[in-house]
């Protein structure tokens, strides 16, 4: 493997080779209801409790568009810089299995209500474009679950007609490092628009991954390999490295790469052949006629449009050019709603005179400590945003030291008490008055003639120990910046 | 009085309201003679004794506001009705008792009407002759082992021989026009969108509309006024202003021009169906309407398309019943098993020819040479029509290419049973209203009907002028009552 110019390439003997790789992701539209029934979508639920006749396909039942469904697609779109198609068609894709009641899936082919877009991907190296092919809307199945009996397999429909997002990306990517980025992005992106969760162990994101491989320099796409359903971007890192892997071991031992459908095993660290192109479903794709054509106005859409907040792209930009951060903090910061929320809420809270800095280098690191100790999401934070920037001011108009803070700061973590409480119920308060520092620095001097001496000579180290002399005699709340002061003038 | 089942809808209505009858005198009527006529075999389901039950609750509260005060009608078995069987004249829903009621049977319960039972038709309403149906083939009322027609063969022979007074059917391809024609009664079509599909086992979606059939034009025109409804439930219902059908009827069709297409002219049609159309044009001119000769150029291809778009979407609408959720199921050795055995012997040869031919025309690489090419197709008779009316108020031509036939003539030639929609499936596959009436009889004395096809939302014109012509015609049903022992 060859990390050269961060490439991703296959190295074989005299061979290099580069990945291509294109993701369909289905990403769950985050909807109280189905895409074309009234069932609840909750997570979690009792087996069966959520399916109506529609979803059961009860004879003469018919499926009847959920607008809210079709406004999470569009607002997607947008928010992929993609075009919004006014026109979109129905379609049903046919085929027999115990968890698709209806015999097909209702699912969009031809006109798709989302053509073309990108996303802009923030690699080590610069910026990336990764082209968005086509964005559309389709049911979800049911599930069967085969190892509740040794004879029967069960089938819950909870899930069947619940509305899906499938994501289909160019293959512009390149190396698992991009699909991760990507991934990531697209559920940053997902989860500012509030369209879809995200929430991978809940399935609400998942990807068949396409993998080819082709001499690098080559501008032919090999033949690809669809790997489906993976359900993690670790898995999907690990599949695309096997995968590829495996694609270039057929080359070299000039065996022909057969285009078909394959499964990753977790468990085994492998993909294998599931179905070959020739096994390949016949879907028997046509319109719905139960359903017209999807048209939506130019008004809808623009009305959508405004509805669109601010994204990761355009906060990160603010984000440096208001608050001076450096890309690589913007990109932190931006990376998931809910923590750019909890910081532009830690900045509203710290006033006039505040430091950005500082309550960006506690968040990124005190912060995000403790919520990966705990395992915890910003949004379920022990320190709230406001006694959070209370925090940050008490550091920044030295009330309390770093070091004090970091006390105070864990003790808001058991109860998020305000942090100016705390430092008073405990007298954590820095001292700052100058004639009692110089006092306190006398004595220490005092009681150690022998180092002053020996510092005066020029073993400067010495001066360390006479900073540590000074906050242990304060109980660490001197302030470190006039102890350092008063102890150059006195010694 | 005259015998209470050989009243019209409307009379009955009348005596019902003026209390001359009770609903449940009415209901014992019809289900006496139902009773006494189950050598025809239209009932699939019987729902007599909770129809009683109803009547004499009906008599106790009447509410003689309701459009269809206590009238006891069964329906044809392709409508879904709460708690009672609907099978679909299939094997494969033979136990299927639905927890959900079908808008169009719905709004007819609202309007005071009671379920008599469910009425016998060509399996999934595939066929034109009732000999598709897994329980066994209807007899015509107007002669012994003379096909009702089909689909709705039961929903027709139900009517012509007064086992109900009005009854309600589908049409996807013909099935409401056809068997009426057959047995010498009233039955319209309406424009597509404009009877809910909420709860009726689907054929072909795009094609599939209910209607009303009945004695007489009156009767369908109440009925339809009762029927008709915009249904969320259905995203094709469309939402247009109906109008009262029954009230607004008029046999005044002055100065309406109606359209005579050359092109329904067809090779080898027998001279009586000729003569019959040429004695509709003669009624339609002393009403006072005006003779317009028109052509529909694409006619010749309506049938090819039709027999490719409706087993293409039937062949998806009936991927549902795999023995997996409800209804009929085989043992199997493993889930494939079991759907190839619970289909296979669940479906009869008609059905599995259709869903054969849909799948073929759908799979990939004969998508754009069949179901393609027949979709553009579609869009030209549509073009026919609208072009044409531009010209014309309505369009008159014969129901279908002849009298009813035997019990077995045509079962073994399906081409030559699907060639009997040949002036019926224009009309589905352009959406529009049309409707057949009884005008004549053949020389076996066997009844034939002329279709009048209206524009799309203009029922009440295809009623009046239906109307005015069985005032001219004065058609006298010869029904013997042959089967009654």
Known sequence: ???????????????????????????????????????????????????????????????????????????????????????????????????LPQGYQISQFKDPIVGEGKVILDMPNGQKEVGIERLHLEQDAGKSIHDLDPQNTFVDLNRS???????????????????????????????????????????????????SVRPKGSKEFGTRCEIKNVNSIKFMQMAIEYEANRQVDLIEEGKIIDQETRLFDTKKNETRSMRSKEDAHDYRYFPDPDLLPLEVSEKFIEELKNDIPELPDDKKKRFIDEFKLSSYEANILVSDIDIAKYFEEVVAKMGKNKDIKLAVNWITGELFAVLNSKNLEISQSPVSAKNFAILINLIKNGTISGKIAKTVFEL?????????????????????????????????????????????????????????????ASGGKANPQLINEILKKKL | MTDITKQSLSELVKNIKNKKLSSKEVTKAYIDRSEKSKELNTYITENYSSALEMAEKFDQKPNLDLKLPGIPMAVKDLFCTNNIRTTAGSKILNNFIPTYESTVTQNIWNEGAILLGKLNCDEFAMGSSNETSFFGNVQNPIDKNLVPGGSSGGSAAAVAGQLTPITIGTDTGGSIRQPASFTGTVGLKPTYGSCSRYGIVAFASSLDQ????????????????VISSYDPKDSTSIDFKRNEYSKELTNN?????????????????????????????????????????????????????????????????????????????????????????????GFGTEVQRR?????????????????????????????????????????????????????????????????????TVPVNLAGLPGISIPAGHDTNGYPLGLQIIGKAFDEQNVLNIAYAIEEKINFKNKITDWWIK
């Not at chain 1, 006092?439 to 400067?460: H, M, P, S, T």
């Not at chain 2, 031919?357 to 869009?379: C, E, P």
């Not at chain 2, 026919?384 to 045509?410: N, Q, R």
């Open chain 1, 1 to 99: 493997m060859s990390k050269n110019n961060s490439e991703y390439l296959i190295n074989r003997k005299d061979n290099q080779y580069e990945v291509v790789i294109g993701l369909e992701v289905h990403a769950q539209v985050l909807s109280e209801s189905k895409l074309f029934s009234t069932s609840s979508t909750k997570f979690g639920a009792e087996p069966n409790t959520q399916v109506s006749l529609v979803d059961a396909a009860f004879p003469g039942m018919l499926p009847v568009i959920n607008e809210f469904c079709v406004k999470q697609a569009i607002k997607t779109g947008i928010g992929l810089n993609a075009k919004i198609n006014k026109r979109s068609v129905f379609d049903r894709k046919n085929y027999f299995y115990a968890d």
């Open chain 1, 161 to 211: 007609g619940v509305a899906l997002m499938e994501i289909v990306s160019k293959p512009d990517l390149r190396s698992p490092d991009e699909v991760n980025s990507y991934i990531k992005k697209l559920r940053s992106i997902m989860r500012y628009l509030g369209t879809c969760d995200g929430n991978m162990q809940e399935g609400s994101l998942r990807a068949d991954v396409n993998v």
């Open chain 1, 412 to 472: 808001m973590i058991k109860g998020d008490k305000d942090p100016q409480k705390i430092v008073e119920e405990k007298g954590l308060k820095q001292q700052s008055d100058p004639k009692a520092l110089e006092a306190l620095i006398d004595k220490i001097i005092n009681d150690n003639r022998e180092k002053a001496v020996e510092y005066k000579q020029g073993k400067e180290k010495l001066f360390g120990f006479f900073v540590g002399q000074a906050m242990k």
């Open chain 2, 210 to 225: 209910a209607g009303p059939m009945a004695q007489s034009v009156r009767d369908c025109a109440l009925l339809q006024e």
């Open chain 2, 253 to 345: 069709i002055k100065g309406k021009k109606i359209g005579i297409p050359k092109e329904y002219r067809i090779d080898g049609m027998p001279k009586e169906i000729e003569d019959l159309w040429q004695k509709g044009i003669q009624y339609v001119k002393d009403c006072g309407a005006e003779i317009v000769d028109i052509s529909l150029p694409h006619t010749s291809y309506a049938l090819p398309a039709y027999y490719i778009v409706a087993p293409a979407e039937a062949s998806s609408n009936l991927a549902r019943y795999d023995g997996v959720k409800y209804g009929f199921r085989a043992k199997g050795e493993n889930l494939i098993d079991m759907y190839e055995k619970t289909r296979s012997e």
């Open chain 2, 355 to 423: 869903i054969m031919i849909g799948t073929y025309v759908l799979s990939s690489g004969y998508y754009d040479a069949y179901y393609l090419k027949a979709q553009k197709v579609r869009k030209l008779i549509k073009n026919d029509f609208d072009e044409a009316y531009k010209k014309v108020d309505a369009i008159l031509t014969p129901s279908t290419p002849s009298s009813a036939f035997k019990i077995g003539e045509k079962t073994d030639d399906p081409v030559s049973m699907y060639l009997n929609d040949i002036f």
